[in-house]
């Protein structure tokens, strides 16, 4: 690093988890630009000072990860309306002393599910009614996708669905009825478990299935989906598109996606 490196990171609690750094780092050495990426551990009860100090500092760029991504959009000065329709921040960037945020899950969702279906048309499941889901659900419906939004509480998932203006609502047993063409799980269900968060019968054959969990990369719901003859696409390619807009966002430049990809594996083996 220089007087002239571009520093930027990721804000979240806790910090040890996140690939991020192994794929921006990744991504600025494949492009040749002078940039470091680290991960910055901000308890809540920090947040504004660490916003504060990304202006005193003046970090570019700064991503925003859990628990952070609906507290923040208090601490700037400018929310983009994608961001505020799905209501979190994912990506805050200074530009002319102001910080802008902006939201980048919902298109990086887009571009994983882009790589096996064209949303547009299909009848879409989202399993969960959380802020992944949000995004989730508005990136498919920017798509032109039918959207249904399933969840265990049916209330949390009625409301979802009505703010964003999805087709319809129930509990996760209705994937059974749905004959869905796209699933994506937004719960953590399945996370370092193999438990899968609906009935591998109600997996239709042919459908493309996501999930948003990428710890293991198989997951229970991806080895149902394979057996049932559906299409499985691991969660790690919506973590590398919404990181991949994020760079497009902040340097613009094209993406190198498959090294942020190369990137993201190799720092899930080192973990290992």
């Known amino acids: 690093m ?13 910090a040890g988890h996140t690939r991020s750094p192994a794929m921006h780092n990744a991504a600025f ?17 920090r947040l504004g000072d660490a916003i504060r100090g990304m202006r005193g500092l003046g970090l570019r760029q700064l991503a925003v990860s859990i628990p952070h991504k609906r507290a923040v959009m208090a601490h700037l000065d400018r929310v983009d309306e994608r961001a505020a329709a799905i209501g979190a921040v994912n990506t805050i960037t200074l530009r002319d002393d102001a910080l802008e945020g902006a ?28 802020g992944a889901a949000r995004a989730v659900v508005y990136g498919l419906l920017q798509a032109g996708a039918r959207v249904w939004v399933l ?10 669905a009505s703010e964003l203006g999805a087709e319809n609502s129930g509990p996760l047993e209705g994937l059974a009825d749905l004959a869905a063409d796209i699933i994506v799980n937004t719960t953590s269900v399945g996370l370092g478990s193999t438990i899968s968060p609906v009935a591998a019968e ?32 691991a969660g790690k390619w919506m973590l590398v598109h919404q990181a991949a807009e994020q ?9 190198p996606v498959n090294a942020m990809a190369e990137a993201f594996d190799i720092a899930g083996e080192t973990r290992r």
């Open 2 to 14: 220089s007087g002239k490196t571009m520093v930027c990171g990721i804000i979240l609690h806790p």
């Open 29 to 45: 050495e494949a492009s040749g630009i002078d940039a470091s990426y680290q991960a910055f551990d901000v308890p809540p009860h």
């Open 103 to 130: 939201n980048t899950d919902w298109i990086g969702a887009l571009r994983a599910l882009e790589r096996e279906i064209e949303p547009k048309g299909r009848r879409a499941a989202v399993l969960g009614a959380g």
């Open 151 to 160: 969840n265990r509480t049916e209330a949390r998932a009625e409301q979802l």
């Open 202 to 233: 109600a997996i239709p054959e042919g459908a493309v299935v996501m999930d948003a969990v990428y710890e293991p990369e198989k997951t229970q719901l991806l080895r149902d989906a394979a057996r049932r003859g559906a299409r499985p696409l």
């Open 247 to 255: 760079f497009r966002l902040w340097t613009h430049t094209e993406p």
